[in-house]
């Protein structure tokens, strides 16, 4: 996959051939627009949220909430396997930015750190 971003100024042309490279390179492209997160961090920062919070309830182990993520949702690895992987001082960074351009209460992450 490739993210093209395309902002008011891209031009069609420019816009057109970005995604043709694109596919002739063998990617998939895609469209966003310039927004924090663009699609992916966008949806997956909210899921590593959930599942902290739902761990830090006691709803679930860490390991039944990732095992369930990966059976249940057919992910190839579960949100806190993720986010350990990433780094949870990074994932704690992408949490704190989005916090500061919504609303603070609508991820608030790690505060276990």
Not at 5 to 22: F, G, H, K, L
């Amino acid at each position: 996959m490739s993210l093209v971003i395309r902002i008011p100024d891209t031009s069609d042309a420019t816009y057109n051939q970005v995604m043709e490279w694109s596919k002739a390179i063998g990617k998939t492209p895609i469209t966003c627009k310039d927004t924090p997160g663009f699609v992916v961090n966008r949806l997956l920062v909210p899921l590593l949220c959930e599942a902290v919070r739902m761990m830090e309830r006691g709803d679930a182990t860490a390991k039944d909430i990732d095992i369930a993520m990966k059976l249940g949702a057919g992910y190839p690895m579960g949100p806190l396997e993720l986010a350990d992987y990433v780094g949870h001082d990074t994932t704690l960074s992408i949490v704190e930015v989005r916090s500061d351009l919504y609303n603070k209460s609508r991820c608030q992450l790690y505060k276990l750190l």
